[in-house]
């Protein structure tokens, strides 16, 4: 749900992108290079200091590569699997950006209405004005509103968490915690990282849906997609089935907790999602290959604007609707959306035509530096670069 590295100085180029595969005379030992290569990727992800690390690739084959280390549940030495579910955090914007431009397809939305327009009164208060902001901005962070979760206590220190994991949050009270603040700028005017844009874009589905964004991403996405394991949680806290524990000790505000159970409110339609990376790896083949959206929903999706404050743990990167845009150190770009929610870190990459996908997991805070960050890019570059992602 938060970028936790936003404020590092030092740029990931500094610390190097991309690992080199072996050469391979043949089909077999290409895939067993492959494996290997992963494997060494993963493991370097938890040597800078996470728990447990679960990744996938596949290639324009439809060849499937995994890879896991480090355990799943600490207090059991469960190793984890590839199999295992665990929160992914702000990779939700996707879903719930694409069931927005599924409504903008159907004419039932348009990306030029306003925010007043569908939440009268909502959006205002020092300096905060729905009339002039509307559904693109929103999606495309260029509101201008401020990030509620940077005045969030319950996802700041050990105690503050504890005190109210399992509170329930509305989507107008975490709404209401952004308008004590007057905007960061004036709408369409820059691009800043903001949570409350998509806590207002979900509440845009329900009222021109009458159902819930909950019930539209699993109405549109993941009933259609076959997605498992995959769920869009309203207040329960905790994870069915097989899953990574998270653990955190919120900046060393405290000694390291499981927080793995979280009244997914908290994040609600910014990042309360669940899934895996094989039904992560199927979402996004499937968003970027066009079986979700029209192509001109699709195309407003990957039309990208400058977000020069995420350079420090992505140079170049680009933002367009719940999609970001990253450039490839072998050329071209990728498409992405992280996730960062305490003690879990989602990362993902799919080509443009949706044929070459990668998505990783990390429990644990990882490193205070960017080298766990630099990892997990290298991961996902080799990867893509390896299978000829342009």
């Known amino acids: 749900m938060t970028l936790r590295h936003l404020t590092a100085v030092a740029a990931l180029a500094a610390l190097g992108l991309g690992l080199a595969a072996p050469a391979a005379s043949a089909t077999g030992n290409a895939t067993e290079s492959r494996q290997r290569t992963l494997q060494r990727s ?65 004419g039932r939305v348009s990306l ?25 901005q929103l999606l495309n962070h ?24 399992y509170t329930t949050w509305t989507p107008r009270r975490l709404v209401g915690i952004a308008m004590r603040h007057a905007p960061d700028f004036a709408p369409g005017t820059d691009w800043e990282y903001s949570n409350t844009n998509y806590i207002l874009a979900g509440m845009i589905v329900q009222k021109a849906t009458g159902h819930t964004w909950q019930q539209e991403v699993t109405r549109r996405i993941i009933r259609p997609l076959g997605l498992r394991d995959t769920s869009a949680p309203d207040t329960s806290s905790r994870i069915p089935g097989q899953h990574l524990h998270g653990y955190s000790d919120f900046g060393d505000s405290g000694p390291t907790i499981d927080v793995t159970d979280l009244n997914p409110t908290a994040a609600g339609s910014a990042g309360a999602m669940i899934s895996t990376t094989a039904d992560l790896t199927r979402f996004f083949s499937a968003l970027l290959g066009g079986k979700l959206l029209r192509p001109a929903q699709l195309a407003e999706m990957k039309t990208t604007v400058r977000a020069a404050s995420l350079d420090p743990v992505w140079p170049g990167v680009r933002y367009g609707l719940g ?19 305490m003690g ?46 342009k």
């Open 323 to 341: 999609l970001m845009e990253i450039p490839l150190t072998c050329g071209g770009v990728y498409y992405s959306h992280a996730g960062d929610l």
């Open 142 to 165: 260029t509101s201008g509103l401020f990030n509620y979760t940077a005045d969030f206590p319950a996802i700041s220190t050990v105690a503050d968490f504890e005190a109210d994991r």
């Open 42 to 106: 993963v493991d370097a992800i938890q040597k800078t200091g996470t728990v447990a690390v679960v990744a996938q690739s596949t290639g324009p084959d439809g060849r499937r590569h995994t890879a896991t280390t480090g355990v799943s549940d600490i207090a059991t030495g469960r190793a984890a699997r590839a199999t295992d579910k665990f929160r992914i955090a702000s990779s939700t914007k996707t879903f719930v950006s694409t069931v927005l431009l599924q409504l903008v397809g159907e």
């Open 112 to 136: 030029d209405d306003t925010v007043e327009h569908w939440l009268p009164g909502v959006v205002s208060g020092n300096g905060n004005d729905g009339n002039a902001i509307t559904v693109r």
């Open 344 to 389: 879990y870190t989602t990362r993902d990459g799919v080509s443009a035509d949706g044929r070459r996908t990668v998505v990783l997991e990390a429990t644990g805070d990882g490193a205070s530096d960017l080298s766990t960050e630099a990892a997990q890019n290298a991961l996902i570059d080799t990867e893509l670069c390896a299978a000829g992602a």
